[in-house]
């Protein structure tokens, strides 16, 4: 009789123990590291800004964020890996215009379906832009088109990918400008893009102003205009395409997004601690001294924003297609 008692006593102390602690326990997310895939190559303009980013989100959440570099197919191979990742809420990963644009239009990887993903919030939103080196001998867009059509299929326009998402631009570009140019690839990113252009082996980069700001800052390059509506209250004194007669309004982004089957309460911690580094001070002055271009977007904002530019480019991408500009 006495077993009894004390064994209903440990069951009794087990189920009280349970009640108390388990949903404590349950609700202590993160506990642990997350890993961050990063489709793009180490020390490029993506790779720099969302690190930076997310070193100021560790605080927030209250643990590590560690980056691994899977690069490959215009960054559909390291997307593809974080739509496969167990949905535990410990992998994440940074998305490019590429990553939900160009890789599934031209069907450039496998079993790659951005159903698979739950957008978590968009960390930066920026025109295009045409980089030149700081002694390249046109110093306007005007220049740069006059010297296309005085040597027609010489100058060279750099991008990080045929058909993607600084490609596409400099294509729309070259129609209305009636120019005709050599487009040169960099699928492993914006850094060895910019290598290129410094090196003398481009004439000019089709990229964002923030993957250039370091040569640019340091007076090793500068900016022709922007593909924008407007000016840059950040870059006041760079015109957009549209003051030279050239309606071409492209851009790009860098989001985050997790697994789509990860608990829904575990993404909006994560989307509630990417948020709140928008709040931070240092990080605002490292964005205004970086040329990052910072906009924050939440989850719901930033899957209908993509699922706009996917419309908008899908269509635009059909156009260049059927006037044999580019072949899917």
Known sequence: MKLL??????????????????????????????????PWSAGGGTDTVMRSFLSFAEEPLGVGVNTQNITGAQSGVGTLRLMKSRPDGYTIGS??????????????????????????????????????RADAPFTTLDEFVAAAKAAPGTLKISNVGIGGVWHLPALDFAKQAEIDVQHVPYPKGSG??????LSGETDAASTSISAAYPAIQSG??????????????????????????????WGGFRLLATQAEVDAEQRAALEAAFAKVFDNPEFQKVAADTGMGAVWMNAEDTAAYVKASQEKAFALTDELV??????K
């Open 5 to 38: 008692d004390v064994t209903k006593l440990f069951a009794a102390a087990a189920t009280l123990t349970a009640a108390l602690h388990g949903p404590a326990q349950a609700a202590e997310y993160p506990s642990k590291d997350i890993m961050h895939i990063m």
């Open 95 to 132: 998305l490019t215009w590429d990553s939900v644009i160009t890789v599934p239009y031209n069907e450039l990887v496998p079993g790659y379906d951005t159903e698979q993903l739950a957008y978590l919030g968009a960390v930066t939103v920026h025109p295009t832009a045409i980089i030149v």
């Open 192 to 197: 060895p893009q910019m290598e290129g252009l």
């Open 220 to 249: 090793q390059a500068r900016v022709l205009a922007v593909m924008a509506d407007a000016r840059s209250d950040e870059f006041p004194d760079v015109p957009t395409f549209k003051e030279s007669g050239y309606d071409v309004v």
């Open 322 to 327: 059927a006037d044999g500009l580019l072949s």
